[in-house]
C-alpha cells in the first residue's frame, strides 16, 4: 500500500459563464482557419499541405490565442467545422487579457487579421517532384509534403499567417456577427461561377435584389435598384463571354488549361498565350536527343562517371535506366546539378553562393548526391584488401562503452554412473576478453573550385578514394594488432609460437605447427578439440602455400628423403589467406617468413572485429558546409573496434631463426 499516491488529482473541463460588468455581450469571431492550400512552414523544405479529412477535432472548444504563444490568450471556440474542403471557426473572445483587447478592438476597427492552425503531426507523406496528389479537392504537383494524420490544438490570430487566404473577422455584438454572415451569404448568392448555371444564378440574384428593393424605402429604389440590376447582368454577360472566348482558344486539346483559365479567371490574352506555350515541341534535351530523366537516371549517370560498371551497376538499375544514363556521358557537375535539381539555376561564375544555395534548395539534388557519395563510397570500400575477415571474427556491440566477452569452459565428460543412478555434476568457469568500437570518418565537399572544373567524374571518384580509406582503416586495426603481439600474445608460454630455421615454411614446419596447434589445450588441462583451417602467409610466401595446399606428391629427392612416401599430406587441408600487410615495413612486427595457422573464427576466435549495431559497411551523409567553404559537404564514417581474444585460435611460426 505504500505506492499509492498521497495526491489526487481530477482534471476536468470548465464552464464559466459570466456576463462583463456593463452588460454587453463579449465580442465574436468567425474564422476562415484553412483553406486546404500549400503552406510554407518553418522546418519544411518544400510546401506544406493539410489534409483536412485526416486532421482530428478531439472538441468544439479549443484556446485562440494571438501568434501560437501559450502567454497570448484572446478566447476559444464554440464551433469547429471542415466543410468545402476549408476549416473554419466560431467563438468568442473570452479572455481578460491584453492581447484580447488587442484583438477584438483591432478586428472591429477593420484589421485584415488572418488564421493561423497549431497541430500536432501524427502522420506525413512526401511527394517528390514529378509526381502530384489530390488532396482537399485539388492537385498539388511535387515537391510537397501532405500532413495525412494531425490533431488541432489551437488556432491563433496572426497578421500574416502561412495560407495567405485565411480571415478572422471580429464583431462585437452578436447582431453584428449576423449581418456579416447575412452579406456573405448575398454575396454567395451573387457570385457567377460557371456559364451553364448563368441563367439561375442572376434569376436568383433578381430575387434577392427584388427582396431588397420591397424591404428599401421607396427613395433608395429608386436612385440603386435599377443601376444595381443592370450592372449585375452585364458582369454576368461579361462572364458568359470570357468563359466562350477561353473555350474557344483552348479548343479539345487543352481542358488542362482551359478549366484553370476559367477558375483563375484569365483574359483571353493570357489564355491564348499558355496555348501557344503548350503546343511548342519539347526542346531536344542534352545533345539534342530525347532522354528519360528522374532521381535514378542522374544517379546511374554518375555513377558511372565515377568508373562503375558490369555486375555491379545491373545490379542496382534496370536496362531503361543505364540506357537513358549512358547517354548523358561527357556531362559537367553544373549542367549535372542544374538538370537534377530540376530548376533553372543562376550563373555560377558570376553568382556561385546563389547558384549553390538555389541548387541544395530542392530535396532531389542532395538526394541524389549522397546516393552517389554513397554507392562510390561502398565501391572503394569493397575495393579494399578484406583479408582480415576470413581470420577475425565479426560481431556488433550496441554502444561505445568497453563490453566484457565470456567463453564458457570446463569439464562436461560424460562419467560412468554407478549403481545407485546418480549423475555427476561437470564443472563450469568461463574466460573474459574484452571489446570496444570507436568511430573513424572523414569529410570531403563538392566546393567551388570542382564545380568550376566542371568534372562530374572527379567527383564521383572521391568518395570511391574515401571508401577505399574505410576499409584500409579496419585493416590498418587490424594488421597492426596482430603484428604488434598484444600482451604476449603468441608465446611459447602460450604454446602458440615457434621460432627457429625449422619453422621455414615447408612440409616439416606445417606438420610441427599443427602439432603444436592441436597441442593446445583448454584451461581444465584437456584437448581443446579443435583443429586449424586456415593458413595465413605473407605475399612472399603465397606461392609456397599454394604449392603445398595444391600439391599431390612431393619432389623432394635429395638423399635425407630417400624412403619417405612422396604423397603431400598436407594438400587441399588448410584455406590459404595471404595478406601484404603482414610483410610490410611501415607496421611494427612485420615479417615477410613469418606465417600463422588460425582456427575457424566462428568456432574459436583469436581476434575480433566489432561493429557498433553490426553495421559493417561506411555511412554517408550529407550537411551544409562550413561558412569558410563555398560548397556541400559529405562526410563518410564506420563505427568499429579490434580487440585480441583467446590465444589458443591460432598459432605462429617465425619462419627464421
Not at 568550376?452 to 570511391?464: E, K, Q
Not at 616439416?508 to 579443435?530: H, V, Y
Request: net charge negative; charged share 25%; with cysteine.
Amino acid at each position: 500500500m505504500e505506492n499509492i499516491p498521497k495526491n489526487l488529482q481530477l482534471i476536468s473541463d470548465i464552464d464559466v459563464q459570466a456576463a462583463s460588468q456593463d452588460g454587453k455581450k463579449l465580442p465574436r469571431f468567425s474564422m476562415l482557419a484553412y483553406t486546404g492550400g500549400k503552406m510554407d512552414l518553418v522546418g519544411f523544405e518544400d510546401p506544406v499541405v493539410v489534409d483536412l479529412a485526416g486532421i482530428g477535432i478531439e472538441k468544439q472548444r479549443i484556446p485562440i490565442r494571438l501568434d501560437h504563444s501559450a502567454g497570448k490568450g484572446v478566447g476559444h471556440t464554440e464551433r469547429i467545422a471542415v466543410e468545402n474542403n476549408t476549416l473554419t471557426a466560431e467563438g468568442i473572445v473570452s479572455r481578460d487579457t491584453s492581447w484580447a483587447r488587442d484583438v477584438a478592438k483591432s478586428g472591429v476597427n477593420g484589421f485584415p487579421w488572418q488564421a493561423s492552425i497549431g497541430a500536432s503531426i501524427e502522420e506525413t507523406e512526401f511527394v517528390a517532384q514529378g509526381s502530384a496528389v489530390t488532396v482537399n479537392g485539388s492537385t498539388f504537383a511535387g515537391p510537397v509534403f501532405v500532413v495525412r494524420e494531425s490533431i488541432l490544438k489551437e488556432i491563433s490570430f496572426v497578421d500574416l499567417g502561412a495560407d495567405s487566404n485565411t480571415e478572422a473577422k471580429i464583431a462585437a455584438k452578436a447582431k453584428a456577427l449576423e449581418q456579416e454572415k447575412m452579406a456573405e451569404n448575398d454575396k454567395t448568392k451573387n457570385e457567377v461561377v460557371s456559364d451553364e448555371g448563368r441563367a439561375e444564378e442572376i434569376k436568383a440574384s433578381e430575387s434577392t435584389e427584388t427582396k431588397q428593393t420591397e424591404q428599401a424605402p421607396a427613395e433608395k429604389i429608386e436612385a440603386s435598384g435599377d443601376d444595381h440590376l443592370s450592372s449585375l447582368r452585364a458582369k454576368a454577360a461579361d462572364e458568359v463571354r470570357r468563359i466562350e472566348a477561353v473555350r474557344s482558344l483552348c479548343g479539345d486539346s487543352h481542358g488542362d488549361i482551359a478549366a484553370k483559365a476559367i477558375e483563375e479567371g484569365w483574359d483571353a490574352t493570357k489564355t491564348e498565350l499558355e496555348v501557344l506555350r503548350a503546343s511548342r515541341p519539347a526542346a531536344p534535351a542534352f545533345g539534342g536527343q530525347h532522354r528519360a530523366t528522374g532521381p535514378k537516371v542522374f544517379e546511374a549517370a554518375a555513377v558511372m562517371a565515377g568508373g562503375i560498371s558490369g555486375e555491379s551497376l545491373e545490379a542496382s538499375y534496370d536496362s531503361p535506366t543505364l540506357e537513358a544514363a549512358d547517354k548523358m556521358r561527357g556531362m559537367g557537375i553544373q549542367e549535372f546539378c542544374e538538370c537534377a535539381s530540376g530548376r533553372s539555376l543562376p550563373r555560377f561564375r558570376s553568382n556561385p553562393s546563389d547558384w549553390l544555395q538555389a541548387a541544395f534548395s530542392t530535396m532531389s539534388l542532395p538526394y541524389i548526391l549522397s546516393n552517389v557519395a554513397n554507392k562510390m563510397l561502398l565501391d572503394g570500400y569493397n575495393y579494399a584488401e578484406d583479408t582480415w575477415r576470413r581470420i577475425c571474427k565479426i560481431s556488433s556491440v550496441n554502444d561505445f562503452k568497453q563490453h566484457t566477452r565470456h567463453r564458457m569452459t570446463g569439464d562436461f565428460k560424460f562419467q560412468e554412473v554407478g549403481a545407485d543412478g546418480e549423475l555427476k555434476h561437470g564443472t563450469v568457469s568461463e574466460q573474459q576478453f574484452t571489446q570496444q568500437a570507436d568511430t573513424h570518418g572523414i569529410m570531403f565537399s563538392l566546393t567551388r573550385q570542382a564545380i568550376i572544373n566542371d568534372d562530374l567524374s572527379a567527383f564521383a571518384a572521391i568518395p570511391r578514394e574515401i571508401g577505399m580509406g574505410a576499409g584500409e582503416a579496419i585493416a590498418d586495426a587490424v594488421w597492426t594488432l596482430i603484428l604488434s603481439n598484444p600482451s604476449s600474445f603468441f608465446a611459447s608460454g602460450n604454446g602458440n609460437y615457434a621460432t627457429g630455421s625449422t619453422t621455414a615454411l615447408d612440409v616439416d614446419a606445417l606438420t610441427a605447427a599443427e602439432l603444436l596447434f592441436l597441442d593446445q589445450t583448454k584451461p581444465n588441462g584437456r584437448p581443446l578439440g579443435i583443429s586449424p583451417s586456415i593458413l595465413l602467409v605473407p605475399s612472399a610466401l603465397k606461392v609456397t602455400a599454394e604449392q603445398l595446399m595444391n600439391s599431390l606428391q612431393l619432389n623432394e629427392t635429395t638423399t635425407a628423403n630417400a624412403g619417405k612416401p612422396v604423397n603431400n599430406p598436407h594438400a587441399g587441408k588448410f584455406d590459404i589467406a595471404s595478406s601484404s600487410y603482414l610483410g610490410n615495413s611501415s607496421f611494427t612486427g612485420y615479417s615477410a617468413l613469418a606465417w600463422y595457422l588460425f582456427a575457424d573464427p566462428n568456432r574459436l576466435a583469436a581476434f575480433e572485429v566489432a561493429f557498433l549495431n553490426g553495421v559493417d559497411r561506411p555511412t554517408v551523409e550529407s550537411t551544409d558546409a562550413d561558412f569558410n567553404t563555398l560548397g556541400v559537404q559529405f562526410r563518410g564514417y564506420i563505427d568499429f573496434g579490434v580487440k585480441e581474444q583467446d590465444y589458443r585460435g591460432a598459432v605462429k611460426m617465425k619462419g627464421e631463426a
